[in-house]
């Protein structure tokens, strides 16, 4: 999947995630959460699967994270694609 | 039945924990069209991650003669969720969603929200195999006669008795539209009582909070679940005999006697009100 302009999804609400996405060269992933000491390592982790997942390699991907589960992250990173690919 | 906003994670990871039989993750009036996208995904992503326990998973899709339902309903089709709930249902429109859910066990339960679906509700409800049940959604069926919705109801009476009729000539459930003052819970007392009066079998509504009342109006008394039990007690043992009347308490019970005290052990085992045997 080719990245050709910037992507949004997710909002600000408690366990959403907000996540915008944009052209780069490389992966470059920028995080934030209320809780990144605990959690940090597995939003990246979730993340980094569903680009793998929708074999994408350019990307810069900024996520303000509200306490989102797996779930949701994926979800919101999938729509910000699908959104930035179109 | 609980209506819950599709792209609303927080209400999502809560959905079965609110107390209601049924619940709709809805994709359609609750998501807003820029949204619809990203809804599907949730809702999708959702099923996969959460297992819903003891709730009947409802996923209201969009129309399918939208650019979004028939999308929403080949997203759905192989997750996790017993039924499709059908708006703006008509036998057309029913037909194409049996014909998209072949090769699945998932139920459809048609929304009569418009004039033509409300005069052609047998027709509707009989297209396919898979409908067992039907809900009434008063809010665009009023709107679409053009007419003003009040929380009494009369405009949405005959159309209540009209969905009543259909669902029990086809022995399927009938839920009632949801009443949509949220903060008026002696409003949504009556309207459930006017609901279960004319033979409803369920109501849906938008806030948990009126999950309670919407139980304690649809659940059979101890009296009655007691009765019910001797009832199918005395039954047995008038049918070991080959005794197909028999009497209690010096009245006779007869077919639809039964049937009622069958309903009413059924209703008290959903509603957790009688142990499972």
């Known amino acids: 999947m080719d990245i050709i302009k910037t992507g949004k999804a997710g909002t600000f609400e408690s366990n959403d995630i907000y996540v915008v996405i944009a052209p780069n060269q490389g992966i470059k992933i920028e995080i934030e959460s209320p809780v990144m000491a605990q959690f940090g390592d597995r939003i990246r982790e979730v993340i980094e699967e569903t680009l793998q997942t929708n074999n994408v390699k350019n990307i810069y991907v900024k996520a303000q994270d509200k306490g989102a589960l797996d779930f949701t992250i994926r979800a919101r990173v999938e729509t910000a694609l699908n959104r930035a690919a179109k | ?277």
Not at chain 2, 141 to 170: F, H, N, Q, S
Not at chain 2, 210 to 224: A, C, N, R, T, W
């Open chain 2, 1 to 277: 039945m609980l209506f819950m906003p599709g792209n609303n994670p927080a209400m999502l990871i809560n959905a079965d924990v609110l107390g209601a039989d049924s619940i709709i993750l809805d994709l359609e009036d609750a998501v807003s069209i820029d949204e619809k996208d990203s809804a599907r995904i949730l809702v999708r992503e959702a099923l996969k991650f959460l297992s819903y326990k003891g709730v009947e998973t409802v996923v209201r899709i969009n129309p399918l003669d939208t650019e979004f339902g028939i999308e929403d309903l080949e997203e759905m089709k192989y997750l996790k969720i017993d039924t499709i709930l059908l708006p703006k249902a008509d036998e057309e429109e029913v037909k194409l969603a049996d014909k998209l859910l072949a090769g699945t066990d998932k139920k459809i339960m048609p929304l009569i929200e418009t004039s033509i679906g409300l005069e052609r509700i047998y027709e509707t409800l009989s297209a396919s195999k898979r409908v067992d049940g039907v809900l009434l959604g008063g809010e665009d069926l009023t709107c679409d006669m053009g007419i003003k919705r009040t929380k009494e109801g009369k405009e949405i009476y005959y159309a209540r008795c009209r969905v009543v009729a259909a669902a029990k000539a086809l022995k399927i459930s009938a839920v009632d539209t949801p009443f949509t003052d949220t903060d008026d819970y002696e409003g949504l007392k009556k309207d459930t009582i006017n609901a279960k009066e004319i033979g409803m079998t369920g109501k849906a509504v938008i806030n948990p909070r009126g999950i309670e009342i919407v139980h304690s109006i649809f659940s059979p008394s101890l009296d009655e679940i007691e009765k019910a039990k001797r009832i199918m007690t005395e039954y047995e043992k008038a049918a070991a005999k080959g005794l197909g009347v028999f009497s209690l308490d010096g009245k006779m019970v007869d077919a639809p006697i039964l049937n009622r005290a069958k309903k009413t052990i059924t209703t008290a085992k959903v509603l957790g009100l009688l142990k499972e045997e």
